[in-house]
Nanobody, 126 residues
Framework: QVQLVESGGGLVQAGGSLRLSCAAS??????????MGWFRQAPGKEREFVAA????????YYTDSVKGRFTISRDSAKNTVSLQMNSLKPEDTAVYYC?????????????????WGQGTQVTVSS
């Protein structure tokens, strides 16, 4: 079992930055045994992949719309994963979810992730 708690959302103007954090507590398999991902869901839209990081932290994956602006990282000592978001745009407005899973190949698919946080709201004003 893994419990995930996100923090760091809020309201920011376009061009600004936010840093999301996700604190993980795991029983059984350790935090290092899970790939971590960030997804988002805007009003009226389906949940979509944003970024992911593999178990070792050596590989990262991003959706095209955030490449060069967002950075995912993990701290195994603190059992946290972060999403640094720069140059934010109004279209980044959404609820952002942290997810954990034993992902073998398809880091983009939400079905690869077994555990989800409650979400944190990010609102970017124009």
């Amino acid at each position: 079992q893994v419990q995930l708690v996100e923090s760091g959302g809020g309201l920011v103007q376009a061009g600004g930055s936010l840093r999301l954090s996700c604190a993980a507590s795991a029983s059984g398999r350790t935090f290092g045994g899970y790939a971590m991902g960030w997804f988002r869901q805007a009003p009226g839209k389906e949940r979509e992949f944003v970024a992911a990081i593999d178990r070792s932290g050596g590989r990262t994956y991003y959706t095209d719309s955030v490449k060069g602006r967002f950075t995912i990282s993990r701290d195994s000592a603190k059992n946290t994963v972060s999403l640094q978001m720069n140059s934010l745009k109004p279209e980044d407005t959404a609820v952002y979810y942290c997810a954990a899973g034993i992902v073998s190949r398809d880091y983009v698919s939400q079905y690869e992730y077994s555990y989800w946080g409650q979400g944190t709201q990010v609102t970017v004003s124009s």
